[in-house]
């Protein structure tokens, strides 16, 4: 009889250990979401840091990047990583503003003097280290920045040569208050939307032009309906990779890796950028993009009440303010290549 039982508790701690042994922790799932596709130099980044991360913790996680506003619009996604349902998410500097005021300085018009002196405010963190953590209330942070290049206007019908031809145009501009304001000083009419509904609007006729980077007239397509792109340069506005902050948080001794994995997203992407704006310039020539470089100094002169307007209501920006300029006299303006 002892026997018998002495057996089968032997065979239930074989079976025990079996099952203990087959099981395995479940991975845990982190989401990532964009608004570009799949051959943006965001989705190589963010492809980049998913490979690194899961080579040094595989086990533990499972990175899922989801482009192309499959998780919803910008704004969606922003608050979507507010409360938790996704993880992390790649959004435009420019919605930001209505998330925490301070990051009205980077959506002013003509702040940098060069990519150079951009490059070099972006890199520096104690000017974005302040602004990048100003929403920790709200749910979220900043952990890294992205390249966007600069953002000029393009148009289906007629060049802007000068801020007078974009009267009476309707102009696709990013949800933010101060896109607004911009386009309205240059005389334009503003239509904010998601980017994701440009293509169609543009098709439509419900709008007449968009103001975005190179990337976008290939990219995604706008290049097909806009003809014209005019290098009025009126903007270089930062991508910024958000991460909800309570998952930060928990992420312990972990968190050492996916610093380091935000470290190779910067890198790879802005790598990337780089050639896949040549790449893009290209290809909208072929698709019949005619571009066109005209004097910024009318552009500049349009939107320069914008710039004192925002930094005397919000005067906490002024002191960012100031450290831009001091990088604008050492990286001065030069002549754009044509």
Not at 80 to 104: C, H, P, R
Not at 313 to 324: Q, S, T
Request: aromatic letters at 10%; proline letters at 4%.
């Amino acid at each position: 009889m002892f026997k018998r039982f002495k057996n089968l508790i032997l065979c239930l701690l074989v079976l025990v250990t079996m099952v203990a042994c087959s099981s395995k922790p479940e991975k845990k799932i982190i989401r990532i979401g964009h608004n570009q596709s799949q051959n943006h130099p965001t989705h190589l980044g963010l492809l980049a840091f998913e490979k690194y991360v899961e080579n040094e913790l595989g086990d533990k996680y499972d990175i899922q990047v989801f482009p192309s506003e499959l998780l919803g619009s910008q704004t969606d996604m922003v608050q979507l990583t507010q409360t938790g349902a996704i993880n992390m998410v790649v959004a435009s500097n420019s919605i930001l503003e209505t998330f925490d005021d301070v990051y009205e300085i980077f959506n002013l018009p003509y702040l940098f003097a060069s990519s150079e002196a951009y490059h070099a405010v972006m890199d520096d963190k104690s000017i974005t280290d302040s602004i990048f953590t100003s929403t920790r209330d709200g749910g979220f942070e900043a952990v890294t920045w992205l390249d966007a290049g600069s953002r000029s206007f393009y148009t289906k019908d007629k060049p802007i040569e000068k801020p007078d031809d974009l009267k009476g145009l309707k102009i696709r501009v990013q949800q933010s208050p101060t896109n607004v304001r911009m386009m309205n000083l240059l005389g334009g009419s503003a239509s904010p939307m998601g980017f994701g509904e440009v293509y169609t609007a543009l098709q439509s006729g419900i709008i007449d032009g968009a103001e975005n980077n190179e990337m976008s007239l290939t990219d995604n397509g706008h290049g097909e309906v806009c003809k014209y792109y005019s290098y009025d340069m009126h903007q270089m506005i930062p991508d910024i990779v958000l991460a909800n902050y309570e998952w930060l948080e928990s992420l312990g001794e972990d968190r050492k890796v996916f610093d380091e994995g935000f470290k190779v997203l910067n890198k790879v992407q802005r790598e990337k950028w780089v050639s896949a704006v040549d790449n893009a310039k290209e290809g909208a020539k072929k698709l019949g993009v005619n571009f066109i470089y005209p004097d910024q100094k009318p552009f500049v002169e349009a939107v320069a009440p914008l710039t004192e307007e925002v930094l005397n209501r919000n005067e906490k920006l002024k002191p960012f303010y100031e450290k831009i300029q001091e990088y604008n006299k050492k990286y001065p303006a030069k002549e754009e290549a044509k």
